[in-house]
Each structure stands twice: as structure tokens, then as C-alpha cells.
């Protein structure tokens, strides 16, 4: 399955790659629909982004002009942007920022007058009922865990550059012991405690889960971390098979499963502020600057 899986997403990348490289420079003085087919490089089905996407072809007529949101993954998607960035072609592309794409490349968020995507977002802790009274110290830390979106950044670029993820975290924790003190401030140590942590796949929460990670085994906590779809994610915690989650992107992206679970855990409220998720284009596509201007003219 997991072969399977890799050949999916190695086919859409190619895929997506050989049209980006036969697509001509950004016109600005032509339409943009036609120059990129009307299609919208997404990211895989389900997540916050593609669902606010879609309902945007809906609101603001794009549907009816033609437009599609071509469904990938993450990594198809970034390679596809780049490509696009170095032969300064016409794209775009769902976004969310904290991401290491708006670290690396000069991007825009579109306007988005009608609030589909909704305002900035954060991105909140939640663990488990009776962690508190079960391990005071991980409560004490993952209370006070809190960072910018360009501590996040950071992270996730030396991932994306090929640091493994545990390494990468590990070296942010060192550059950074001022603010690690700040988590850990109150916090005793602990004997080999074991701690469960799950997180969504995204690189935002890569990069966020293995600090957190790596902090709560510095005062002598036995972490492992589980990969989960969204909704597992959620329900691992609701129904205590998981201690803690750093992942939950709040008040739009996870909101239905917020209030579907909200009486089944405890929020302890932002771990990072001013997260943003929309549709974005390169810098250098100077005329298109809403989501409204995608429409043809």
C-alpha cells in the first residue's frame, strides 16, 4: 500500500511538473484562466484548505468560469510552485502560512472580500482530560508551549532542506534556550514517563510536534509521536488512546471537530497566533491580488 501510494504521488508531481514546464512565462496583459487551464494546484482531498477552496469556486462563481482545484499532495504541489517561481510562470496554489514555502519563496495571499477562508487563524494545544492531574509536568509544558510563526518557519525549512525532523528540532531547541526555559519554567523532572503525542502530516505540524517532543524528553519524558488522519487525531485525544496534540488549527480549519469534541478534552489555548490559510500566487503576478481577479475579465 504504502509503495502504492508513493507512485501516486511521484505520478501527479510528474505530472504536474511536466505541464508547469510547458506553460509560458506570467502574461499580465492576458487573462490568467487560460494560462494555467483554470486550475487551482491543491494539496490532498479533505484537508481545511482544499474544503475552503472549494466552497470558493462555489461563492465567488469560479466554477461556472471554467475553474477546477486539481487535487495532489503537499510535496506535488511545492515542487510544481517552484518550478513554476524559477521560469516566473503563472500559478496558483492553496497556501497556509506557517509554511516554509512563504520562507523560501516570495508569495501573496489573494484578498478574499466574501470571508471564505475566514480571518487568521490559530493554532492551539489540546491534550486529554486528567493529563493535568496524571503528568502535572507535560501539562506544565505544553501550557506554556508557545512560539511565531517564524520559530515554525525555521523549522520546517532545515526539514525541507533534508535535516531529519528530530535533528531539525533538536538544533532550534539549542539555538533557542531563553525561550525553551520559558516552556519548561515550573516544570520538575521525570523518570522515563511514558507520553503519547499524535499530529496531521502537514509540515507545519512536523515541525511543531517534534519540539515539543524533543522538550518534554529533555526533562526525562519517553515520547512517541503518531501520525493520524485529522479526525483520528481528534478522536485519539477525545477518547484518551493519546495525551496531547499542538495541531489544532482553530476557529475554521478544525472547528467542526472542535465543537464535536470540545467537552471530551482540554484546550489550553494558542501555541502560536496569526496562521493563515487561502489561495497565493508569486509576488511577480502583480495584477492579481483577490481571489475576484481570477475571474475572467
Known sequence: M??????????????????????????????????????????DAGTGVMSGTTEALKVYGLEKDKWQLQTSSTAAMTSTLGKAIKNKQPIVVTGWEPHWMFTKFDLKFLDDPKGVFG???????????????????????????????ED???????????????????????????????WTKGAKKVNGNKLTMTYVAWDSEIASN???????????????????????MWISIATNKADAMVAAWLPNT??????????????LGPNLEGAKVGLAVPTYMKNINSIEDLLSK
Not at 487563524?121 to 501550557?143: Q, S
Request: charged share 25%.
Open 210 to 232: 517534534n519540539v515539543v517532543a524533543e522538550v518534554l524528553r529533555g526533562i526525562g519524558y519517553d515520547v512517541s509521536i503518531q501520525v493520524m488522519e485529522i479526525q483520528p
Open 254 to 267: 478544525s472547528g467542526k471537530l472542535y465543537s464535536d469534541f470540545k467537552d471530551d478534552l482540554d484546550d
Open 119 to 149: 480571518g487568521s487563524e490559530n493554532i492551539n494545544t489540546i491534550v486529554r482530560k486528567g493529563l493535568k492531574k496524571d503528568e502535572p509536568e507535560a501539562y506544565k509544558v505544553l501550557n506554556n508551549f508557545y512560539w511565531t510563526p
Open 152 to 182: 515554525m518557519s525555521d523549522v520546517m525549512l532545515k526539514v525541507n532542506d533534508g535535516d531529519d525532523p528530530q535533528e531539525a528540532a533538536a538544533n532550534w531547541i539549542k539555538k533557542n534556550p531563553k525561550k525553551v526555559a520559558e
Open 2 to 43: 504504502k509503495k502504492y501510494y508513493l507512485a501516486v504521488v511521484l505520478l501527479l508531481t510528474t505530472v504536474l511538473l511536466a505541464s508547469c514546464t510547458e506553460m509560458a512565462a506570467y502574461n499580465d496583459k492576458e487573462p490568467l484562466g487560460p494560462q494555467i487551464n483554470y486550475t487551482i494546484t491543491g494539496i
